[in-house]
């Protein structure tokens, strides 16, 4: 069973930054695509962002050129740094990870960070 533990969020001013961590633990297993999903109050989930084993991104339009995401595969942890922040960021942030079993893919999802951007 992979645990997901995130770390990294709080209050900022609008135009600060954050960076948010996502570590993941267990035993004998293999990731592949890892990444960052936000709920707001009153919202549906959205992907912010996404990267997979080998390095491939993908931004939301909203957060392209204000976000980045990375990863180090012999940690299993993902990070977004977050600029720009903007009100409209605020949101639970949940790290999402995608194991590789024998059986197929399985998703996993963190217990959610909260980010609140204040005007």
């Known amino acids: 069973q992979v645990h997901l533990v995130e770390s990294g969020g709080g209050t900022v001013q609008a135009g600060g930054s954050l960076s948010l961590i996502c570590a993941a633990s267990?035993?004998?297993?293999?990731?592949?695509?890892m990444g960052w999903y936000r709920q707001a109050p009153g919202k549906q989930r959205e992907l912010v962002a996404i990267?997979?084993?080998?390095?491939?991104?993908h931004y939301a339009d909203s957060v392209k050129g204000r976000f980045t995401i990375s990863r180090d595969n012999a940690k299993n942890t993902v990070y977004l740094q977050m600029k720009s922040l903007k009100p409209e960021d605020t949101a639970v942030y949940l790290c999402?990870?995608?194991?590789?079993?024998?059986?197929?893919?399985?998703?996993?999802w963190g217990q959610g960070t909260q980010v609140t951007v204040s005007s």
């Open positions: 267990g035993r004998n297993f293999s990731l592949n695509v």
């Open positions: 999402n990870v995608e194991e590789l079993t024998s059986t197929g893919e399985r998703d996993h």
């Open positions: 990267i997979s084993h080998g390095g491939s991104t």
